[in-house]
């Protein structure tokens, strides 16, 4: 059988170590477009939970952390002169060409052979028995067979742009800075002693303010956006103590989610794609090169387990699609945060922003498991306010009172009104079953809220959107929100409330 795999990054890589590792009969062969030395970004982050089935297939992920990477354990937020932290996230980062430079001595040596400076279509690789496409989020392959894959694309509103700096933080750090023209914030990371990864996020209101929407995007890659490293250098000075800001291809983007249902085809070839090319989710939760790993460890297994080719493909998109699409569920409200984090700048106190930060996309007990004392300190900051636990908090407005935050809808004793009227009763509203239809939302909302309701209630759609709708009310309208959960969550209440996404939340009796 020969194997031709298209795109030499970690999944490519790796996925020729195991499969040459499984059947040294095998010949494979990898193109990657770029020399061996080059790379784009910097640097490569792992969450200690989640390298089970990397490092079962191969330790070299594990000896290269090890021996090459920084490893951490605490989280760092940091927001109008305070700096909070919270344990229990152990993760570990390494230099991305680092890893690389492992990745293809590990292939090298089970037999593989590596073809550098090579971009490859589907026409150059006739004569192979499966082609395996790890050429990234602009791959070639996949837009030549887009149309038999059912692929689709979502792009945030949020504006990014990777850089390195020889400042080294002591782990992963998020920095909130307010500046002349808007809020910038930061995701940072040691890579080694002598440089970190630094993400820069804004919204494009703020970064058309700052000027920073001249650079050409048409010009070719490689070339650095050097207004912008100079523009945030002098903005996060004090952050990386007057040190530079190193580029690699540094510009700007959109990021953009890729869902795709099939990751194979038989015809005019057999092709499967693996890690990028597929599926992204955002980088605020550190999963892309450990997607693309954990493709290459189950369609290396599924191709060893049956030498019925069909077959195997099927196999391993149903052992390996569950996992991708488990990540791009979690990573959803990780990336709608940062398309609106500097509303919360604005309107949450260092400790609450903390909080609402990290409670994203967990709950309040699982984020107690990492770190007790930091949930703990939570709960003070909120009892020290409102003299209660969040829960058993009462709340009034406009004169109309709750003894609590908990309510039970059939105890409610205010009727709720979805049509603007002039009297100050209660608002509901229903959530749209997508984030599409939100802008519609958020219109019907401005109607209700100049009817000046004691609060609105907010159903029906899913947890993301109802969150949003609130947070729309609250945040933005002024007006209190009660978010109606479909079950009594105990748990997920408490972090509604703790977190300021909502005021009250309404349970079934």
Same mark, same amino acid.
């Given at each position: 059988?020969?194997?031709?795999?298209?795109?030499?990054?970690?999944?490519?890589?790796?996925?020729?170590?195991?499969?040459? +590792?499984?059947?040294?009969?095998?010949?494979?062969?990898?193109?990657?477009?770029?020399?061996?030395?080059?790379?784009?970004?910097?640097?490569?982050?792992?969450?200690?939970?989640?390298?089970? $089935?990397?490092?079962?297939?191969?330790?070299?992920?594990?000896?290269?952390?090890?021996?090459?990477?920084?490893?951490?354990?605490?989280?760092?937020?940091?927001?109008?002169?305070?700096?909070?932290?919270?344990? !229990?996230?152990?993760?570990?980062?390494?230099?991305?060409?680092?890893?690389? !430079?492992?990745?293809?001595?590990?292939?090298?040596?089970?037999? $593989?052979?590596?073809?550098?400076?090579?971009?490859?279509?589907?026409?150059?690789?006739?004569?192979?028995?499966?082609?395996?496409?790890?050429?990234?989020?602009?791959?070639?392959?996949?837009?030549?067979?887009?149309?038999?894959?059912?692929?689709?694309?979502?792009?945030?509103?949020?504006?990014?742009?990777?850089?390195?700096?020889?400042?080294?933080?002591?782990?992963?750090?998020?920095?909130?800075?307010?500046?002349?023209?808007?809020?910038?914030?930061?995701?940072?990371?040691?890579?080694?002693?002598?440089?970190?990864?630094?993400?820069?996020?804004?919204?494009?209101?703020?970064?058309?303010?700052?000027?920073?929407?001249?650079?050409?995007?048409?010009?070719?890659?490689?070339?650095?956006?050097?207004?912008?490293? $100079?523009?945030?250098?002098?903005?996060?000075?004090?952050?990386?103590?007057?040190?530079?800001?190193?580029?690699?291809?540094?510009?700007? !983007?959109?990021? +953009?989610?890729?869902?795709?249902?099939?990751?194979?085809?038989?015809?005019?070839?057999?092709?499967?794609?693996?890690?990028?090319?597929?599926?992204?989710?955002?980088?605020?939760?550190?999963?892309?090169?450990?997607?693309?790993?954990?493709?290459?460890?189950?369609?290396?297994?599924?191709?060893?387990?049956?030498?019925?080719?069909?077959?195997?493909?099927?196999?391993?998109?149903?052992?390996?699609?569950?996992?991708?699409?488990?990540?791009?569920?979690?990573? +959803?409200?990780?990336?709608?945060?940062?398309?609106?984090?500097?509303?919360?700048?604005?309107?949450?106190?260092?400790?609450?922003?903390?909080?609402?930060?990290?409670?994203?996309?967990?709950?309040?007990?699982?984020?107690?498991?990492?770190?007790?004392?930091?949930?703990?300190?939570?709960?003070?900051?909120?009892?020290?306010?409102?003299?209660?636990?969040?829960?058993?908090?009462?709340?009034?407005?406009?004169?109309? +009172?709750?003894?609590?935050?908990?309510?039970?809808?059939?105890?409610?004793?205010?009727?709720?009104?979805?049509?603007?009227?002039?009297?100050?009763?209660?608002?509901?509203?229903?959530?749209?079953?997508?984030?599409?239809?939100?802008?519609?939302?958020?219109?019907?909302?401005?109607?209700?809220?100049?009817?000046?309701?004691?609060?609105?209630?907010?159903?029906?759609?899913?947890?993301?959107?109802?969150?949003?709708?609130?947070?729309?009310?609250?945040?933005?309208?002024?007006?209190?929100?009660?978010?109606?959960?479909?079950?009594?969550?105990?748990?997920?209440?408490?972090?509604?409330?703790?977190?300021?996404?909502?005021?009250?939340?309404?349970?079934?009796?």
């Amino acid at each position: 059988m020969r194997i031709a795999v298209a795109g030499g990054g970690p999944g490519g890589l790796f996925f020729a170590t195991l499969i040459r +590792r499984a059947d040294p009969s095998i010949e494979v062969t990898v193109f990657e477009r770029n020399r061996a030395d080059d790379t784009f970004g910097f640097g490569v982050v792992f969450s200690d939970r989640t390298l089970e $089935a990397i490092h079962a297939a191969d330790p070299v992920v594990r000896e290269a952390l090890a021996e090459h990477g920084r490893h951490w354990d605490t989280i760092e937020v940091r927001l109008k002169g305070e700096r909070i932290r919270c344990g !229990g996230n152990g993760m570990a980062a390494i230099v991305r060409r680092t890893l690389l !430079g492992l990745l293809q001595q590990r292939a090298r040596e089970a037999g $593989a052979q590596l073809r550098f400076a090579h971009e490859v279509s589907l026409a150059d690789l006739a004569g192979y028995d499966l082609v395996v496409a790890a050429d990234g989020a602009g791959s070639r392959i996949r837009e030549q067979l887009a149309a038999g894959l059912d692929t689709g694309v979502d792009t945030a509103t949020a504006k990014f742009i990777w850089f390195g700096t020889d400042h080294v933080f002591d782990g992963l750090t998020f920095v909130h800075e307010r500046g002349p023209d808007g809020v910038f914030a930061v995701h940072a990371y040691p890579i080694s002693d002598q440089m970190s990864t630094f993400i820069v996020e804004t919204d494009e209101e703020s970064w058309r303010r700052a000027g920073l929407d001249e650079f050409d995007t048409g010009r070719p890659p490689g070339e650095s956006d050097l207004i912008s490293k $100079a523009y945030l250098e002098k903005l996060f000075a004090e952050q990386i103590d007057g040190r530079r800001l190193l580029v690699n291809n540094s510009r700007w !983007g959109n990021f +953009r989610t890729r869902r795709t249902r099939r990751w194979h085809t038989l015809e005019p070839v057999p092709v499967a794609f693996l890690g990028d090319a597929v599926h992204t989710a955002h980088f605020s939760v550190g999963s892309g090169t450990k997607m693309a790993m954990e493709d290459a460890v189950a369609l290396a297994n599924a191709l060893a387990a049956t030498g019925d080719l069909p077959q195997a493909l099927a196999a391993y998109e149903a052992a390996a699609q569950p996992s991708v699409q488990k990540i791009q569920q979690s990573a +959803r409200p990780s990336l709608a945060w940062w398309e609106h984090f500097g509303r919360y700048h604005t309107e949450f106190e260092p400790w609450q922003f903390a909080y609402h930060f990290l409670s994203r996309s967990i709950t309040d007990s699982r984020l107690s498991k990492r770190d007790l004392e930091f949930v703990v300190s939570t709960h003070r900051a909120w009892e020290s306010r409102h003299g209660a636990p969040p829960l058993d908090t009462p709340f009034e407005h406009r004169g109309w +009172r709750s003894p609590n935050r908990l309510v039970r809808l059939a105890d409610l004793d205010l009727p709720l009104v979805s049509t603007p009227l002039p009297t100050p009763w209660g608002a509901s509203i229903a959530a749209p079953d997508t984030e599409a239809g939100l802008l519609r939302c958020f219109e019907t909302l401005a109607e209700l809220a100049a009817a000046e309701p004691v609060l609105v209630a907010v159903h029906g759609g899913t947890p993301l959107t109802r969150t949003l709708l609130c947070e729309q009310a609250r945040l933005h309208e002024h007006v209190p929100a009660l978010l109606v959960m479909p079950d009594a969550d105990r748990d997920r209440a408490v972090t509604t409330i703790l977190s300021g996404r909502a005021d009250l939340v309404g349970v079934p009796a």
